[in-house]
């Protein structure tokens, strides 16, 4: 593979794009899109988010020290964007997104019902970097919704329809993974047996050379998986 060099830009893609909520201290909710979002802890868990001081959320979080991460569906594309390009100086952009805002349990901010996940935040730190500043935050409290909780209690993501950022452009996540945490290394006969036939049409598109079109597609084992969710020990 050639290689052609970019100095020092950023160039981590795809990201999460969410929708931050705040409440000032006059009990005034906003919200507005970030793109600069990430786990950074697992035990406590913790999120951070960077912002721009000349965003209004960023005196509101600063002084209340906390927010709540709203993630979208790919079905509220238009109003992640509107968040993302309105500022509340100009505009009321909860009433004109028509969101429908419930209490948090833990923080005293208002979360968006209409997106799928919402993730309450108390914020530990903040550090100056540039550009933006970096709020590191403990996540306190999550909401899901109950409809994507199936009946051993798993929450699947995969049917949430979530929504990411690349390059400029956003992009739905869909429903047809290429590989599972720990695939590539299972041991156990039947579980290798059960990943093989559904990853392995990925693992040969990836493999073929470019412009060869897949002939048919295999369909996914039926066979049950006894793996663990391990994706959260990462
Ligand atoms: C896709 C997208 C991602 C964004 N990510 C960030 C971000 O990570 N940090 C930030 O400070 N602003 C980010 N912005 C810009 C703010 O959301 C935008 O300036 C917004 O109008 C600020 O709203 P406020 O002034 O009401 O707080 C992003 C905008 C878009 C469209």
Redesign the pocket.
């Known amino acids: 593979m050639e290689k052609t060099t970019f100095k020092g830009s950023v160039m981590l893609n795809p990201v999460p ?1 969410v929708m931050v909520s705040s409440k000032d201290k006059e009990g005034k909710s ?1 919200v ?6 990430g786990t950074i802890c697992s035990k406590p868990p913790m999120l951070s ?4 001081p000349e ?4 005196k509101t979080i600063e002084d209340t020290k906390e927010f709540i991460v709203n993630i979208p569906s790919s079905k509220q594309v238009y109003e992640t ?1 509107f ?7 100009q505009i009321d ?1 909860i009433k004109e997104m028509n969101f429908t805002m419930k209490s948090g349990s833990i923080v005293n901010v208002d979360y968006i019902n209409e997106c799928p996940i919402n993730i309450e935040c108390k914020v530990t730190q903040i550090i100056k970097l540039g550009c ?1 500043d970096l709020f590191l935050a403990e996540v306190v409290q999550t909401h899901i919704d109950s409809s994507l909780i199936n009946e051993t209690g798993k929450i699947c993501f995969d049917q949430a329809n979530l929504l990411s ?1 690349c390059h400029g452009e956003y992009y739905p996540i869909t429903k047809n993974p290429v590989g599972k945490f720990g695939f590539s290394v299972v041991k156990n006969k039947e579980l290798k047996k059960t990943y093989t036939e559904k990853y392995s049409d990925k693992k040969e598109n990836t493999q073929k050379t470019s412009g060869k079109k897949e002939s048919s597609k295999k369909k996914s084992s039926k066979s049950s998986e006894k793996i663990k969710q391990n994706s959260n020990k990462k």
């Open positions: 794009v906003n507005f899109t970030v793109a600069w979002i988010i960077s912002i721009r965003r209004a959320s960023y964007d968040c993302g390009v309105r500022s509340a100086t952009k933006h950022y």
